[in-house]
């Protein structure tokens, strides 16, 4: 099958959206179909083509939100790139301009849409409009989503049940939805198949010594990921014990106001900034550290969770209906329900080595179902009935062009 994937951000840019996309078209062609990726340039602009990789970088312009950049919603020279590919179906990742582009492009060459929603947009609002008229932007957000999904795609993807429920309960969906958690190259966070005195090397460099505990979190350093909580419940922590250190490994808009907050509760020798770190690096990173955490209530899945569980971490998380599909409490993690609570929970799993341990072990297991195969063989099934769909929908019987493998597939 000949797959287009459409997205506003890919590699080298780091994100759970650019590890989804990533973790699918290594998945699908390893099950022997051909990806391409269409995505926006965010290094210049120019139209950047890498037939080897079937990469299509689009130019886009600056927005102003963080480092993101958007299109025009039909670039006709990525458009003729793009029909000599000779799709099969299209997968869409994002309602924006290159969204409108994969749904005009489909709709114009008559190829199946099948579209991810994986951000909850209502909680990101305050970007644009800095607290004023929150309401209504979330009222537009609401409507953009309905509309792009409803009205355009043939099948939806959601990551988690959380997701599900917005679009059936609160978006009154009437169309297939599907719950696909992401999946991602878990194999490459196993202790084992990193190099011991890089991590050793890694722990020097961060002054980790034998006697701290250290507790991570991976991510984007924005309002929404709920960092500060994590930061004041470390002031509390430290006066508890002075070994725990929190170890925050991600950029954004938010981290010099981190700072700012770390030198007024006066926990700069107990908290580690490291910013942006390399892709290849981030395993690295979770194998120095003894326990997961975050905070955010706005997560649509979490893949941060998935690497920690996989790094045998025990992930503590705030209770939140977006993790409840990964962790089963006290089982594979721990949830918490507020500060005190968290506080609590940290010390007793310091404290509670052989719990803690236990936790870890179930974790690394239940990470395995979350592995690139299992995530790319329940997509496809996705696009088998959007192709289904797409072929009832045309009244006069034109369809993409379909292999004969596929063919057998839809029988």
Same mark, same amino acid.
């Given at each position: 099958?000949? *797959?287009?994937?459409?997205?506003?951000?890919?590699?080298?840019? *780091?994100s759970g959206l650019v590890t989804s996309e990533v973790m699918l078209k290594e998945g699908l062609e390893r099950l022997g179909h051909t990806v391409y990726v269409v995505s926006i340039n965010l290094? %210049?602009?120019?139209y950047k083509y890498d037939e080897e990789e079937h990469l299509l970088l689009i130019p886009g312009i600056p927005i102003g939100i963080y480092d993101s950049r958007q299109t025009t919603i039909y670039p006709t020279q990525a458009a003729k790139i793009i029909k000599k590919w000779d799709l099969d179906v299209i997968h869409s990742q994002t309602e924006f301009a290159i969204g409108t582009f994969a749904r005009l492009f489909a709709k114009r060459y008559n190829i199946p849409l099948v579209h991810t929603y994986h951000t909850m947009y209502e909680d990101y609002v305050y970007y644009i409009t800095h607290g004023i008229f929150n309401k209504q932007a979330k009222q537009a957000v609401k409507y953009i989503a309905k509309f792009y999904c409803e009205t355009t795609a043939t099948e939806l993807i959601v990551p988690?049940?959380?997701m599900y429920k917005l679009f059936k309960e609160q978006y009154d969906y009437k169309k297939n939805i599907h719950i696909i958690p992401t999946g991602i190259d878990i194999e490459r966070f196993y202790k084992e198949n990193l190099d011991t005195k890089s991590i050793e090397?890694?722990?020097?460099?961060?002054? *980790?010594n034998k006697n701290d505990f250290v507790i991570i979190f991976?991510?984007?350093l924005g309002k929404e990921k709920n960092v500060e909580f994590l930061l004041e419940a470390h002031a509390e922590l430290i006066k508890k014990n002075k070994n725990i250190k929190l170890l925050i490994v991600g950029d954004g808009p938010d981290k010099s106001n981190y700072l700012e907050i770390i030198n007024k509760l006066k926990i700069k020798d107990n908290v580690l900034l490291v910013g942006k770190v390399k892709w290849e690096e981030i395993p690295y990173y979770y194998q120095v550290s003894n326990l997961f955490a975050t905070a955010s209530t706005t997560e649509t899945q979490g893949l941060t969770i998935i690497e920690a569980m996989a790094s045998s971490l025990c992930p503590?998380?705030?209770?939140?209906?977006?993790?409840? %599909?990964? *962790?089963?409490?006290n089982i594979t993690g721990i949830f918490f329900k507020d500060k005190k609570d968290y506080i609590e929970k940290v010390l007793y799993l310091i404290k509670e080595k052989e719990i803690r341990k236990k936790l870890e072990s179930q974790s690394r297991v239940q990470s395995e179902q979350y592995s690139t195969t299992t995530y790319a063989k329940k997509v496809y099934q996705v696009y088998l009935n959007a192709i289904k769909e797409k072929r009832k929908e045309d009244r006069f019987g034109i369809v993409s062009k379909i292999d004969k493998k596929i063919r057998r597939d839809l029988l």
């Amino acid at each position: 099958m000949k *797959i287009g994937i459409f997205s506003e951000s890919y590699k080298p840019y *780091i994100s759970g959206l650019v590890t989804s996309e990533v973790m699918l078209k290594e998945g699908l062609e390893r099950l022997g179909h051909t990806v391409y990726v269409v995505s926006i340039n965010l290094e %210049s602009f120019k139209y950047k083509y890498d037939e080897e990789e079937h990469l299509l970088l689009i130019p886009g312009i600056p927005i102003g939100i963080y480092d993101s950049r958007q299109t025009t919603i039909y670039p006709t020279q990525a458009a003729k790139i793009i029909k000599k590919w000779d799709l099969d179906v299209i997968h869409s990742q994002t309602e924006f301009a290159i969204g409108t582009f994969a749904r005009l492009f489909a709709k114009r060459y008559n190829i199946p849409l099948v579209h991810t929603y994986h951000t909850m947009y209502e909680d990101y609002v305050y970007y644009i409009t800095h607290g004023i008229f929150n309401k209504q932007a979330k009222q537009a957000v609401k409507y953009i989503a309905k509309f792009y999904c409803e009205t355009t795609a043939t099948e939806l993807i959601v990551p988690t049940e959380k997701m599900y429920k917005l679009f059936k309960e609160q978006y009154d969906y009437k169309k297939n939805i599907h719950i696909i958690p992401t999946g991602i190259d878990i194999e490459r966070f196993y202790k084992e198949n990193l190099d011991t005195k890089s991590i050793e090397e890694l722990k020097k460099s961060l002054n *980790i010594n034998k006697n701290d505990f250290v507790i991570i979190f991976v991510g984007r350093l924005g309002k929404e990921k709920n960092v500060e909580f994590l930061l004041e419940a470390h002031a509390e922590l430290i006066k508890k014990n002075k070994n725990i250190k929190l170890l925050i490994v991600g950029d954004g808009p938010d981290k010099s106001n981190y700072l700012e907050i770390i030198n007024k509760l006066k926990i700069k020798d107990n908290v580690l900034l490291v910013g942006k770190v390399k892709w290849e690096e981030i395993p690295y990173y979770y194998q120095v550290s003894n326990l997961f955490a975050t905070a955010s209530t706005t997560e649509t899945q979490g893949l941060t969770i998935i690497e920690a569980m996989a790094s045998s971490l025990c992930p503590l998380c705030i209770e939140d209906e977006a993790f409840k %599909s990964m *962790i089963t409490d006290n089982i594979t993690g721990i949830f918490f329900k507020d500060k005190k609570d968290y506080i609590e929970k940290v010390l007793y799993l310091i404290k509670e080595k052989e719990i803690r341990k236990k936790l870890e072990s179930q974790s690394r297991v239940q990470s395995e179902q979350y592995s690139t195969t299992t995530y790319a063989k329940k997509v496809y099934q996705v696009y088998l009935n959007a192709i289904k769909e797409k072929r009832k929908e045309d009244r006069f019987g034109i369809v993409s062009k379909i292999d004969k493998k596929i063919r057998r597939d839809l029988l």
